[in-house]
């Protein structure tokens, strides 16, 4: 029986996806009692040391009405969130 000679085409297939990105949100809590949202690739992202997916947009606007969801006081990081950074 032959194995292997499988197609790793679909390797590549996740380049065409435009310009999502991917969104966390900070489990623990701000001094000011908001919940952080970051991008993946924000300089802060090291430091949530306890995050939770929130997963792929757009933008951050969608991102935070998502984590609103689980926190109702979720707001966009002034770093990498900034249009979305309301206090
Ligand atoms: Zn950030």
């Known amino acids: ?9 679909f390797l590549f297939h996740k380049i ?3 310009m999502k990105r991917k969104y966390y949100v900070n ?3 701000q001094y000011n009692g908001d ?13 949530m040391f306890n995050r939770t ?3 792929e947009f757009d933008t951050c606007q969608e991102a935070v009405r998502k984590a609103k969801k689980l ?3 979720a ?3 002034f770093t990498c ?7």
Do not use: A, D, Q
């Open 27 to 29: 489990n623990n809590v």
């Open 53 to 55: 997916e929130i997963g």
């Open 1 to 9: 029986m032959k194995k292997g000679g499988g197609r790793h085409l």
């Open 16 to 18: 065409t996806n435009t």
């Open 71 to 73: 926190y109702p006081k």
């Open 81 to 87: 969130c900034r249009p979305c950074h309301t206090s």
């Open 75 to 77: 707001n966009g990081c």
């Open 35 to 47: 919940y952080e949202v970051h991008v993946s690739t924000c300089e802060y992202f090291s430091m």
